[in-house]
DNA sequence: GGCAACCATGAAAATGATTTTCATTTACAG
DNA sequence: CTGTAAATGAAAATCATTTTCATGGTTGCC
């Protein structure tokens, strides 16, 4: 669930005051764990978690918490590569691309271009095109109140 | 699962004499149900054929069966809106497009362009766009063998 | 027709990813 | 300190999808 409004993860601040904001725990930890291995699941964020141990290990759970708290503020950017589980990464625009993802092999190939022009011409070079998903997210006129 | 080359479906005609192979109950159910619910999920095409009831009412089983089958032979197409769950729709070349999909009212717009160009821009001036998606499906080099 | 192999189907069970619940700990404000 | 609210993790619950298994239907052949 990309996670709506409503139990939207404990906000973070509610009544405390102002500066009593800080990086949470897990929310820091999973920001650090997707600057290293990227398009992870949660379940392989949590694996880095645990193995580069210093005080960052923390709970799968706790790594869905944040994970949902993170793509709700857009930090973060859920991909869906057609293999069943949701994969996670860092949303700065600095690192804007797109993914080739083999469904014999698995392995992602980054395209770091996006004005989408002739992408697909030129990925057809190498690549064997079985489908492509285009999905854009976001509110329509009506939801942005 | 996209359904590998391993347990294929069942392949559907096998040992059998080559003009064996027919419309498979299934299959013929599945294909008729997304011509008329577009963007549908498992159970909502198992729903639509129990409601729409003539001799086409399958399990849900077998809507899995038939819907694995059809990506594998790229006749339908799996999307991902990233609400939990795969959705369907047939892959004729005709009405080749994309979508826009609201996370609030999860109302999905229709836009029937595809060469990409000025399509975010376009979009901008009415839909929120938070973060879209694209990724292409297929084989990369070494894979094709 | 009758037989044998094969295949399609559905019900129920199993899986697997993700969310929810609940009890416990932690952190801050006063 | 002390009380309140947030953060956390373990276990249970959900939910979509796949697998297993038993059964009945087709097909090709004798
Ligand atoms: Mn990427
Ligand atoms: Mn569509
Ligand atoms: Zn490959
Ligand atoms: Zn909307």
Redo the contacts between chains.
Sequence with gaps: ??F?SDNDFQMMKTTRSPHTVKTVKSVHAVLEALQQVNHATAQEITDWLSVSKRDNEISLTSVYRALNHLVGK?EV????????Q?RYEL?TQKMHH????????N?V?VVDVCP??QI?DT?RS???????????????????N
């Design positions: 669930m990309v709506k857009a950017k859920p991909l869906n590569f057609n293999d069943g949701v949303n797109h993914h080739f993802v083999c469904t014999q092999c392995h190939q989408f022009e697909l990925l190498t690549f064997l095109i079985q489908y492509h998903n285009f999905e854009v997210i976001g509110l329509c006129e009506s939801c942005q």
